[in-house]
């Protein structure tokens, strides 16, 4: 039995947020004459209980992101269908990466070397292959995790000699802004810095550029993104703490 509470949608409701969605991104993919199957809708269910990830499961969307670790596990646990991908998005402690290598997909915030030395410690020695992106803090805010942009180049030539990680590009959180023109030049600098990455570190692929969330993934579309991370314009509002 599902149990209704402030932070529950109706599927009605969940519906119309999912189409509204994708149909934005359509928009964008079409102003910038990009190909819409290069862009992937990450749904980020962190505070949402796992009946709403079926849900949107159900609508057809196959990737989530979750914030905190102790949060996503019990999801992780409950709901892990075939074709399902769960994302790590937010700050991870290095004494949690075990179980992140353990359960999810991929892992997009890595912010430093150290993180990463870590990760293919615990990946080698469950013989797996990780997914990850590096987060820059291409805004340089205080506030935000993220590697500084100037030493991105250094930490991902050691990386790259790491078997077991395999860096398929960079995420970013921008600045919250009114405008989201605001934030085109942060988008258009990380999609800089990767195809400098790219350039220099070829062993990887690069691919992806995780940037954008509700109030500004067309933009981010725009300037290249591949991945808009999008909580509350499917979700509704996290609630109050």
């Not at 290069?38 to 849900?55: D, F, W």
């Amino acid at each position: 039995m599902v149990e209704h509470s402030s932070s529950f949608l109706e599927p009605e409701e969940l519906a119309h947020n999912i189409e509204q969605v994708r149909n934005r991104i359509a928009e964008a993919a079409q102003k910038a004459n990009r190909p819409l199957e290069e862009i992937t809708l990450i749904a980020v269910s962190k505070t949402k209980p796992v009946e709403l990830v079926q849900l949107a499961f159900q609508q057809g969307l196959t990737h989530f992101g979750e914030n905190r670790v102790q949060e996503a596990l019990p999801k992780i646990a409950t709901f892990h269908p075939e074709g399902i991908h769960w994302h790590m998005i937010g700050h991870l402690q290095s004494n949690k990466a075990g179980k992140v290598v353990e359960a999810f997909d991929m892992l997009q915030s890595v912010d430093s070397l150290h993180l990463a030395q870590v990760l293919e410690r615990l990946a080698a020695s469950r013989e797996k292959h990780l997914p990850i992106l590096l987060e820059i803090n291409i805004a340089g805010e205080a506030s935000k995790a993220g590697m500084r942009p100037e030493e991105s180049l250094s930490v991902a030539r050691e990386i790259a000699a790491y078997p077991h990680l395999d860096i398929q590009g960079v995420m970013t959180v921008a600045p919250l802004v009114t405008n989201p023109e605001e934030v085109r030049p942060v988008f258009r600098a990380l999609r800089e810095l990767r195809d400098r990455l790219r350039d220099a570190v070829p062993q990887h692929s690069w691919h992806h550029l995780s940037m954008g969330m509700t109030d500004d993934y067309q933009v981010a579309i725009e300037e290249g993104a591949t991945m808009v991370r999008i909580g509350r314009a499917i979700f509704g509002a996290r609630p109050s703490r």
